[in-house]
C-alpha cells in the first residue's frame, strides 16, 4: 500500500535559489540526515542532474535508488526505481513565488517493498517531512557550512 505525505513551508529566498539549493544533489546529505550519500550519475545539457545515485538510512534500513530527475521552471519531480524497501517513489517540489519568499509544497509517495507498522510509517513520514523542508529551508539560508541537521 502506497505511503503518502506533503508539507508546505515558505522559504525567505526567491525560487531560483530554492532550485539550485535542489540541483546541489550533493549537497542533499549535508541537509537530509536520512542521506548518507549522493551523486550525480548524469546531467540534461543544461547542467542539471537527470540521473543520480542515493544511499539512505532511516531507523536502521540501508536502500540505495537511482532517481530519475525532471525541472521545471518552478518545480522539481524525481521518481526512483525499484530497490529492496520500495517498489516506487514519487517526489515532487512545486514552487510558488511569494513576494521576496518562496511557498514551498514537497509530496511524496513511497510503495514500501513490505508491509510497515503504522506506528513505523508515522515516524517515517515526520522524518522525511522534516528533512525535506526543514532541513531544505537551513541550507538554503544558511548555504552550505552551516546546514547540517541539528
Known amino acids: 500500500m502506497a505511503v503518502r505525505a506533503s508539507r ?18 550533493e549537497s542533499v546529505p549535508v541537509w537530509s540526515p536520512i542521506h548518507k550519500d ?11 542532474p537527470r540521473r543520480v545515485k542515493v544511499t539512505i538510512r532511516m531507523f536502521g534500513f540501508l536502500d540505495h535508488e537511482i ?19 520500495q517498489h516506487a ?7 510558488a513565488r511569494e513576494g521576496d519568499a518562496t511557498r514551498v509544497r514537497f509530496d511524496v509517495t513511497v510503495e514500501p517493498s513490505a508491509p510497515l ?10 522524518t ?3 528533512a525535506a523542508t526543514e532541513g531544505l529551508r537551513r541550507f538554503v539560508l544558511n548555504g552550505k557550512a552551516s546546514a547540517a541537521p541539528g
Open 8 to 25: 508546505e513551508i515558505v522559504i525567505d529566498a526567491p525560487p531560483e535559489a530554492v532550485l539550485d539549493a535542489l540541483a546541489d544533489v
Open 38 to 48: 549522493a551523486h550525480v550519475v548524469d546531467r540534461y545539457d543544461d547542467g542539471r
Open 67 to 85: 532517481l530519475e530527475y525532471h525541472w521545471g521552471r518552478d518545480w522539481v519531480v524525481w521518481d526512483a526505481d525499484r530497490t529492496a524497501q
Open 89 to 95: 517513489q514519487h517526489v515532487e517540489y512545486t514552487l
Open 117 to 126: 507498522p503504522q506506528f513505523l510509517v508515522k515516524r517515517a513520514k515526520k
Open 128 to 130: 522525511v517531512l522534516a
